[in-house]
């Protein structure tokens, strides 16, 4: 197991369109084993496949207190509702805004071993879906904002990117 680099916005390919993930078996177990250990070093409750370069339609997430789970080619059938809450993204750490997503959504997608699965989710663990699953379209949280948040959050993200990236070359 490895904890991997996490891409930091706007780094490729975090604005690209996934692509479907074919490699099942052996690569796919040590793929999910590795996200999850970066989720877990991170203190993340999802990470997708673009934020550690992996351009193709792959996330693990994790609830508090229960077990990590993977979505491999999801695909999210019903959404309904609509909530307002806090949003951070490992790939723009220490930023964070009111993001408005549905309370509900149905989703269907292969776990770590190929095997198709249907789940209904509710409130946090809908939103970690939908956020993660907007990572495979390229699409960043603060895009699920109002324009004048977007561009706050953006602001604040380019002094925390510089930030970081100073202290990374020290
Ligand atoms: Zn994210």
């Known amino acids: 197991m490895a904890v991997l680099d996490v891409v930091l916005y706007p780094d490729a390919?975090?604005?690209?369109v996934a692509t479907p993930y074919t490699k099942m078996g052996a690569e796919l177990s040590q793929l999910t084993q590795d996200m999850i250990e970066t989720m877990h070093a991170h203190d993340g409750v999802g990470l997708a496949g673009p934020q550690i370069g992996v351009a193709k339609r792959i996330f693990v997430l994790q609830e508090?207190?229960?077990?990590?789970?993977c979505f491999i080619n999801p695909e999210i059938l019903e959404s309904e509702g609509e909530v307002f809450a806090e949003e951070g993204c490992l790939s723009m750490p220490r930023v964070y805004?009111?993001?408005?997503?549905a309370t509900r959504v149905r989703v269907k997608a292969l776990d770590a071993s190929g095997t198709p699965f249907e789940v209904d989710a509710l409130d946090f663990f809908a939103r970690i879906i939908q956020h993660e699953n907007d990572h495979l379209d390229g699409i960043m949280f603060p895009e699920r904002m109002d324009i004048l948040s977007r561009e706050?959050?953006?602001?604040q993200w380019d002094d925390m990117r510089e930030s970081i990236l100073s202290h990374r070359e020290l």
């Open 13 to 16: 390919p975090l604005r690209d």
């Open 64 to 69: 508090p207190d229960k077990e990590p789970m």
């Open 97 to 101: 805004g009111q993001v408005p997503r």
């Open 152 to 155: 706050d959050i953006y602001r």
